[in-house]
Protein backbone atom coordinates (compact mmCIF):
# COMPACT_ATOMS: atom_id res chain seq x y z
CA UNK A 1 0.00 0.00 0.00
CA UNK A 2 1.02 3.58 -0.06
CA UNK A 3 2.47 5.58 2.89
CA UNK A 4 3.16 9.15 2.65
CA UNK A 5 3.63 10.30 6.38
CA UNK A 6 1.93 12.66 8.21
CA UNK A 7 1.12 15.45 5.98
CA UNK A 8 -0.62 15.78 2.89
CA UNK A 9 0.69 17.75 -0.18
CA UNK A 10 -1.36 21.04 -0.53
CA UNK A 11 -2.78 22.52 -2.95
CA UNK A 12 -3.52 26.50 -2.47
CA UNK A 13 -6.28 28.78 -5.03
CA UNK A 14 -7.37 32.02 -5.21
CA UNK A 15 -11.07 32.23 -5.73
CA UNK A 16 -12.54 31.71 -8.97
CA UNK A 17 -8.79 30.15 -10.54
CA UNK A 18 -9.15 26.00 -11.70
CA UNK A 19 -7.32 23.77 -9.74
CA UNK A 20 -5.76 20.65 -11.18
CA UNK A 21 -5.15 17.93 -8.43
CA UNK A 22 -2.67 15.08 -9.78
CA UNK A 23 -2.67 11.26 -8.85
CA UNK A 24 -0.23 8.69 -10.08
CA UNK A 25 -1.91 5.14 -9.89
CA UNK A 26 0.01 1.97 -9.20
CA UNK A 27 -1.89 -0.84 -11.05
CA UNK A 28 -1.67 -0.98 -15.01
CA UNK A 29 -4.77 -4.06 -14.39
CA UNK A 30 -6.72 -1.27 -12.72
CA UNK A 31 -9.80 -0.31 -15.70
CA UNK A 32 -11.65 2.33 -13.22
CA UNK A 33 -10.84 5.30 -11.70
CA UNK A 34 -12.99 7.53 -9.23
CA UNK A 35 -11.81 10.89 -7.24
CA UNK A 36 -13.55 11.52 -3.96
CA UNK A 37 -14.33 14.66 -1.93
CA UNK A 38 -13.79 14.25 1.37
CA UNK A 39 -14.18 17.36 3.66
CA UNK A 40 -13.71 17.77 7.38
CA UNK A 41 -15.27 15.18 9.54
CA UNK A 42 -16.81 13.56 7.09
CA UNK A 43 -16.76 10.41 5.18
CA UNK A 44 -15.65 10.56 1.32
CA UNK A 45 -18.43 11.51 -1.69
CA UNK A 46 -17.84 10.64 -4.97
CA UNK A 47 -17.21 12.65 -7.67
CA UNK A 48 -16.70 11.47 -11.24
CA UNK A 49 -15.61 8.33 -12.27
CA UNK A 50 -13.76 7.12 -15.33
CA UNK A 51 -12.87 3.74 -17.48
CA UNK A 52 -10.13 3.16 -18.82
CA UNK A 53 -11.71 2.89 -22.24
CA UNK A 54 -11.94 6.93 -22.04
CA UNK A 55 -9.11 9.59 -21.79
CA UNK A 56 -11.24 12.27 -20.64
CA UNK A 57 -14.66 13.00 -18.84
CA UNK A 58 -16.55 15.89 -17.61
CA UNK A 59 -19.10 16.72 -14.71
CA UNK A 60 -20.52 19.92 -13.64
CA UNK A 61 -17.49 22.02 -13.25
CA UNK A 62 -15.10 18.79 -13.12
CA UNK A 63 -13.07 17.10 -15.27
CA UNK A 64 -11.25 13.96 -14.98
CA UNK A 65 -8.32 12.89 -17.40
CA UNK A 66 -6.64 9.43 -17.34
CA UNK A 67 -3.19 9.05 -18.96
CA UNK A 68 -2.79 5.30 -19.28
CA UNK A 69 0.86 5.56 -20.36
CA UNK A 70 2.27 7.13 -17.55
CA UNK A 71 -0.63 5.56 -15.10
CA UNK A 72 -1.64 9.50 -14.48
CA UNK A 73 -5.22 10.75 -13.44
CA UNK A 74 -6.05 14.42 -12.82
CA UNK A 75 -8.52 16.23 -11.93
CA UNK A 76 -9.56 19.84 -12.73
CA UNK A 77 -12.16 22.15 -10.95
CA UNK A 78 -13.48 25.07 -13.11
CA UNK A 79 -13.50 28.42 -11.13
CA UNK A 80 -12.91 26.64 -7.57
CA UNK A 81 -15.33 28.06 -4.99
CA UNK A 82 -14.68 28.75 -1.40
CA UNK A 83 -17.16 24.90 -0.84
CA UNK A 84 -14.38 22.82 -3.07
CA UNK A 85 -12.06 23.45 0.36
CA UNK A 86 -11.47 19.89 0.93
CA UNK A 87 -8.94 16.67 0.80
CA UNK A 88 -9.07 15.08 -2.59
CA UNK A 89 -8.20 11.12 -3.60
CA UNK A 90 -8.00 9.43 -6.45
CA UNK A 91 -9.28 5.33 -5.98
CA UNK A 92 -8.29 2.93 -8.79
CA UNK A 93 -9.81 -0.98 -9.15
CA UNK A 94 -7.99 -3.61 -10.74
CA UNK A 95 -10.86 -5.64 -12.95
CA UNK A 96 -12.66 -7.46 -10.24
CA UNK A 97 -10.64 -6.38 -6.50
CA UNK A 98 -11.05 -4.37 -4.49
CA UNK A 99 -10.94 -0.43 -4.43
CA UNK A 100 -7.04 0.96 -3.72
CA UNK A 101 -7.07 4.57 -1.97
CA UNK A 102 -4.33 7.14 -2.95
CA UNK A 103 -3.10 9.76 0.03
CA UNK A 104 -5.27 12.56 -0.62
CA UNK A 105 -4.21 16.20 -1.61
CA UNK A 106 -5.81 18.95 0.40
CA UNK A 107 -7.16 21.98 -1.32
CA UNK A 108 -7.53 25.47 0.16
CA UNK A 109 -9.16 28.11 -1.91
CA UNK A 110 -8.12 31.53 -0.71
CA UNK A 111 -10.49 33.86 -0.63
CA UNK B 1 -33.63 7.42 2.58
CA UNK B 2 -29.90 7.54 5.05
CA UNK B 3 -27.20 5.93 2.64
CA UNK B 4 -24.85 4.52 5.05
CA UNK B 5 -25.03 4.97 9.13
CA UNK B 6 -22.46 4.57 11.38
CA UNK B 7 -22.34 4.12 15.46
CA UNK B 8 -20.85 6.01 17.65
CA UNK B 9 -19.61 9.04 15.89
CA UNK B 10 -16.92 9.06 18.60
CA UNK B 11 -15.42 6.84 21.04
CA UNK B 12 -12.83 6.59 23.93
CA UNK B 13 -11.44 3.07 24.74
CA UNK B 14 -8.80 2.01 27.24
CA UNK B 15 -6.12 -0.48 25.79
CA UNK B 16 -7.14 -3.66 26.34
CA UNK B 17 -11.18 -2.90 25.67
CA UNK B 18 -13.66 -4.53 23.49
CA UNK B 19 -16.21 -2.23 21.36
CA UNK B 20 -18.30 -3.08 18.37
CA UNK B 21 -18.96 -0.43 15.34
CA UNK B 22 -21.61 -0.94 13.77
CA UNK B 23 -22.78 -0.19 10.35
CA UNK B 24 -26.03 -0.61 8.52
CA UNK B 25 -27.21 0.97 4.84
CA UNK B 26 -30.69 1.31 3.26
CA UNK B 27 -29.05 1.18 -0.24
CA UNK B 28 -30.17 -2.56 -0.88
CA UNK B 29 -26.51 -3.20 -1.60
CA UNK B 30 -24.79 -6.79 -1.98
CA UNK B 31 -21.00 -5.26 -0.93
CA UNK B 32 -20.02 -3.65 2.28
CA UNK B 33 -16.41 -2.77 3.37
CA UNK B 34 -14.65 -1.74 6.27
CA UNK B 35 -11.88 1.04 6.30
CA UNK B 36 -9.56 3.15 8.38
CA UNK B 37 -8.02 6.23 7.85
CA UNK B 38 -4.83 7.56 9.58
CA UNK B 39 -3.30 11.44 8.95
CA UNK B 40 -1.78 11.15 5.93
CA UNK B 41 -2.95 8.15 4.50
CA UNK B 42 -5.42 6.52 2.31
CA UNK B 43 -8.08 4.30 3.53
CA UNK B 44 -6.77 1.06 3.69
CA UNK B 45 -9.52 -2.26 3.38
CA UNK B 46 -9.75 -3.66 6.82
CA UNK B 47 -12.57 -6.45 5.88
CA UNK B 48 -15.12 -6.45 3.45
CA UNK B 49 -18.16 -8.49 2.44
CA UNK B 50 -18.89 -9.60 -1.24
CA UNK B 51 -22.40 -10.43 -0.28
CA UNK B 52 -24.52 -11.84 2.56
CA UNK B 53 -23.09 -14.73 4.55
CA UNK B 54 -19.55 -14.00 3.08
CA UNK B 55 -16.67 -12.00 4.66
CA UNK B 56 -12.94 -11.78 3.44
CA UNK B 57 -9.93 -9.88 4.89
CA UNK B 58 -8.38 -6.99 3.50
CA UNK B 59 -4.94 -5.04 3.65
CA UNK B 60 -5.02 -4.58 7.66
CA UNK B 61 -7.35 -7.21 8.75
CA UNK B 62 -5.00 -7.82 12.57
CA UNK B 63 -7.12 -7.09 16.13
CA UNK B 64 -10.27 -7.00 13.86
CA UNK B 65 -13.36 -9.31 13.42
CA UNK B 66 -16.30 -8.36 11.21
CA UNK B 67 -20.02 -9.87 11.12
CA UNK B 68 -22.70 -9.59 8.39
CA UNK B 69 -25.67 -9.77 10.20
CA UNK B 70 -27.77 -9.53 7.13
CA UNK B 71 -27.78 -7.75 4.21
CA UNK B 72 -28.33 -4.22 5.59
CA UNK B 73 -25.83 -5.05 8.62
CA UNK B 74 -21.99 -5.03 9.12
CA UNK B 75 -20.25 -4.46 12.07
CA UNK B 76 -16.41 -4.58 12.88
CA UNK B 77 -15.21 -5.44 16.54
CA UNK B 78 -12.28 -4.71 18.12
CA UNK B 79 -11.86 -7.45 20.82
CA UNK B 80 -9.02 -5.86 22.49
CA UNK B 81 -8.07 -2.87 21.70
CA UNK B 82 -4.26 -1.44 21.06
CA UNK B 83 -3.52 2.45 20.56
CA UNK B 84 -2.07 1.61 16.89
CA UNK B 85 -5.97 1.10 16.40
CA UNK B 86 -6.35 5.04 17.00
CA UNK B 87 -8.28 6.19 13.61
CA UNK B 88 -11.20 6.99 12.02
CA UNK B 89 -13.38 3.97 11.08
CA UNK B 90 -15.47 4.46 7.53
CA UNK B 91 -18.12 2.15 6.49
CA UNK B 92 -18.88 1.94 2.68
CA UNK B 93 -21.43 0.27 0.95
CA UNK B 94 -21.91 -0.98 -3.10
CA UNK B 95 -23.71 -2.32 -5.59
CA UNK B 96 -20.94 -4.01 -8.12
CA UNK B 97 -21.95 -3.64 -11.52
CA UNK B 98 -24.35 -0.90 -11.45
CA UNK B 99 -23.47 1.75 -13.93
CA UNK B 100 -21.54 4.33 -11.69
CA UNK B 101 -19.65 1.79 -9.58
CA UNK B 102 -18.64 4.10 -6.86
CA UNK B 103 -18.72 3.20 -2.66
CA UNK B 104 -21.23 5.07 -0.55
CA UNK B 105 -19.66 5.90 2.45
CA UNK B 106 -20.83 6.63 6.25
CA UNK B 107 -19.74 9.76 8.27
CA UNK B 108 -17.24 7.95 10.22
CA UNK B 109 -16.37 6.93 13.95
CA UNK B 110 -13.51 8.58 15.49
CA UNK B 111 -11.72 6.33 17.96
CA UNK B 112 -9.27 6.67 20.49
CA UNK B 113 -7.87 4.29 22.09
CA UNK B 114 -5.52 5.71 24.90
Known amino acids: GESVGLHLPTLSVQEGDNSIINCAYS??????FIWYKQESGKGPQFIID?????DKRQGQRVTVLLNKTVKHLSLQIAATQPGDSAVYFC??????????FGPGTRLSVLP | NAGVTQTPKFQVLKTGQSMTLQCAQD?????MYWYRQDPGMGLRLIYY???????DKGEVPNGYNVSRLNKREFSLRLESAAPSQTSVYFC?????????????FGPGTRLTVL
Open chain 1, 91 to 100: AENPHGQNFV
Open chain 2, 27 to 31: MNHNS
Open chain 1, 27 to 32: NSASDY
Open chain 1, 50 to 54: IRSNM
Open chain 2, 49 to 55: SASEGTT
Open chain 2, 92 to 104: ASREPGQGTDTQY
